[in-house]
């Protein structure tokens, strides 16, 4: 999970498909937390612009849907 969400936090235009990862990521227990942990780590290796597609995707996913 955590790489499939990483390398699609890498392409432009993949968000549904990383909004869709996320949400099986929480359907197999890996907490907010940890997705927010995934996202801080991907903004200082990878890049912030990678960072905040994964805290845009969390934000839609959890919160928008409860």
Known sequence: MVITVA???SLDGAEPQLAAHIRMATN???TE???HDIAAS???T???KQGQRVEQAIENVLHAEG
């Open 7 to 9: 390398a699609l936090a």
């Open 28 to 30: 197999v227990g890996v």
């Open 33 to 35: 937390a940890q997705l």
């Open 42 to 44: 991907l903004a200082h």
């Open 46 to 48: 990878i890049g912030r």
